[in-house]
C-alpha cells in the first residue's frame, strides 16, 4: 500500500508542477497609446478582368453546343492554339497570328444558343448551329454578335489515323443592335 501511495502523490505532485506550463495564457489586445492614431481599415483592391481567375478548363466535343462552349473557353482562358485546333484541320479560319491577334483586345465572351440543326451525307455528319454571343473588351466596352456555326463530324467507326473529332467547318458573326437575351438567331441555313 506504501508503494501505490507513493506512485499516487508522485503523480499528484507531478501534474501540481506542470500545470502552469500546461495552462493557456490569455492575451488582451494592446490598446493603442493616446498619442498613437487607431488603425485603420484598408478595403481591399477590386480586381481587374486581367487579373480574375480564368474559368475551369472545358474541352468536349461531343455535341455543337458543347464544342462551342469549349471553343470560347478556351478564348475566356487566353488559349489560343487550343481554340484554334477546335477548326476542321483543312479548313482553318485564318492563319494562326492573325486569329489570335484577333482576340487581342478581347477580356471574355458568353454565349447564348439556339438550336442545332443536322443531316448526314457519304459518311459525315453535318449542322447548323444559331447562336448570340456577348464580348466584352479589356475596355470594358461590350459588343453583342449573332450567327451561325457549321460543324462537321467523319464517320468515327470509318476515319483512320489522325482521328478527327467534331470540327468548326466556319461561323458567320454579325453585330447585333438587339440585347445579348434576344439576339440568337431562329435558325441557320441547312449544314
Known amino acids: 500500500m506504501n508503494y501505490r501511495h507513493l506512485v499516487l502523490c508522485s503523480i499528484a505532485s507531478l501534474t501540481l508542477n506542470l500545470a502552469p506550463a500546461f495552462a493557456q495564457e490569455t492575451k488582451q489586445p494592446e490598446q493603442p497609446k493616446a498619442t498613437e492614431p487607431a488603425p485603420t481599415e484598408t478595403p481591399a483592391p477590386k480586381e481587374?478582368?486581367?487579373?480574375?481567375?480564368?474559368?475551369?478548363?472545358?474541352?468536349?466535343?461531343?455535341?455543337?453546343?458543347?464544342?462551342?462552349?469549349?471553343?470560347?473557353?478556351?478564348?475566356?482562358?487566353?488559349?489560343?492554339?487550343?481554340?484554334?485546333?477546335?477548326?476542321?484541320?483543312?479548313?482553318?479560319?485564318?492563319?494562326?497570328?492573325?486569329?489570335q491577334a484577333g482576340y487581342d483586345t478581347t477580356a471574355s465572351v458568353e454565349v447564348q444558343f439556339g438550336k442545332a440543326v443536322g443531316e448526314g451525307a457519304a459518311g459525315s455528319a453535318f449542322w447548323s448551329q444559331p447562336l448570340a454571343i456577348k464580348s466584352e473588351g479589356k475596355d470594358g466596352t461590350v459588343t453583342v454578335f449573332n450567327g451561325c456555326y457549321r460543324l462537321k463530324l467523319a464517320n468515327p467507326a470509318i476515319q483512320g489515323v489522325p482521328y478527327v473529332p467534331l470540327s468548326i467547318l466556319d461561323g458567320t458573326l454579325e453585330k447585333s443592335e438587339k440585347p445579348f437575351e434576344e439576339s440568337v438567331p431562329e435558325g441557320c441555313e441547312a449544314p
Not at 480564368?54 to 488559349?79: K, Q, V, W
Not at 479548313?91 to 494562326?96: A, I, K, L, S, T
Open 48 to 99: 481587374s478582368a486581367a487579373s480574375q481567375t480564368p474559368p475551369e478548363y472545358l474541352d468536349n466535343r461531343s455535341t455543337p453546343e458543347t464544342l462551342i462552349l469549349s471553343y470560347y473557353n478556351a478564348i475566356n482562358r487566353g488559349e489560343y492554339a487550343r481554340a484554334y485546333s477546335y477548326y476542321a484541320p483543312d479548313n482553318p479560319p485564318q492563319p494562326f497570328p492573325q486569329f
